[in-house]
């Protein structure tokens, strides 16, 4: 079964950047695709963007214009850059491979 980390998250003031990695222990061209969620406090895990093995790639409109999702085929890793970050982004992301298994999530907070 393919195991996914997340990494990168952390704290930054409004309108800054983080990139979030999700690392899989196997290939990332035989998936369907990587999709990334988030949970903030008190709130239900909401999808943000996802992206198919061959790259297509769609996004959540509340992160459209400054979230952009990639993948490095040679790496397993799929990236998450946020830009322009706001407070309403602070929660935990995850990973997800084709609606299966979940990473253990990566606290982001944005605060000043």
């Known amino acids: 079964q393919v195991q996914l980390a997340e990494s990168g998250g952390g704290l930054v003031q409004p309108g800054g950047s983080l990139r979030l990695s999700c690392a899989a222990s196997?290939?990332?061209?035989?998936?369907?695709?990587i999709d990334w969620y988030r949970q903030g406090p008190g709130t239900q895990r909401e999808w943000v963007d996802g992206?198919?093995?061959?790259?297509?790639?769609n996004y959540a409109d509340s992160v459209k214009d400054r979230f952009t999702i990639s993948l490095d085929n040679d790496k397993n890793i799929v990236y998450l850059q946020m830009n322009s970050l706001q407070s309403e982004d602070t929660a935990v992301y995850y990973c997800?491979?084709?609606?299966?298994?979940w990473g253990q999530g990566t606290q982001v907070t944005v605060s000043s």
């Open positions: 992206i198919s093995s061959r790259g297509r790639t």
């Open positions: 997800q491979e084709s609606g299966g298994t």
């Open positions: 196997a290939r990332v061209s035989g998936f369907i695709g």
